[in-house]
């Protein structure tokens, strides 16, 4: 079996939680902030950029829940999986780095996926409940990236320290960095880098773009060379 194939075979057992995880949160956080000013938008790229676009004080619980939601869905889709046989083959067979890779990869297609989710309830509110008309942007793609790649920027840093200290470190850490992120916006602050609204230059944002990338391949690097030389992951 391929590294894939075991890491998709073994998602399948959770993949119940998954979903409700990539429902829930993003369906909460758009209930919390219906009342807010983004959803009195006319149009849906008006709510899109109100809603995504940076934090503010009427919808920051939208952000803190969606952030929430996300350090959840890690705790799922990168859970230990050491207990399977499939698993521990693998280790015997010391082919961790293909394995990792896989996972690392999972997590890649889970954020996109958790994202889109947050789109799409969000803008199914607005379409259905707020009775909005549509309308498309394409600012809105790189909203989309931005967000995409920022939250997996956290999820490698998460996945950085579950191997290299401790599963209740990575998630103090990552849970401190989304809140103060949320509640205090600030250059000095990875998530303010997914706020297209605060990263207004254009330079500024594929600049931020490109060093995230970097660090998220740096960081997988050293996740790879930890796992080879541990037991499991």
Not at 36 to 56: C, I, K, M, P
Not at 57 to 82: A, E
């Amino acid at each position: 079996m391929k590294p894939m194939d075991l890491e998709f075979t073994l998602i399948k057992m959770d993949i119940k939680r998954i979903v409700i995880t990539c429902l829930l949160f993003p369906l909460l956080g758009t209930l919390m902030c219906s009342w807010s000013e983004a959803f009195s938008s006319q149009h849906l790229s008006e709510l899109f950029a109100r809603l995504f676009g940076a934090v503010t004080t009427s919808n920051w619980m939208y952000w803190l829940m969606i952030c929430f939601g996300y350090v959840v869905l890690l705790q799922i889709v990168w859970k230990k999986r050491d207990q399977y046989f499939e698993h521990k083959l693998f280790i015997l067979l010391r082919d961790t780095t293909s394995y990792t890779m896989a996972r690392l990869l999972a997590g890649v297609l889970f954020t996109v996926g958790y994202v889109l989710s947050s789109f799409l309830i969000t803008g199914g509110f607005g379409l259905f409940v707020s009775h909005m008309a549509f309308s498309f942007d394409r600012s809105l793609v790189l909203m989309f990236v931005g967000i995409a790649v920022n939250l997996y920027w956290h999820a490698s840093v998460w996945m950085l320290l579950n191997v290299y200290a401790t599963h209740h470190l990575a998630n103090v850490v990552i849970l401190a960095l989304f809140f103060v992120g949320v509640k205090m916006p600030t250059p000095f602050i990875p998530l303010y880098y997914s706020m297209a609204d605060l990263v207004r230059s254009s330079s500024m944002f594929w600049s931020a773009l490109m060093v995230e990338l970097l660090s998220i391949v740096v960081f997988g690097y050293w996740t790879i060379k930890r796992v080879k030389h541990a037991d499991y992951i």
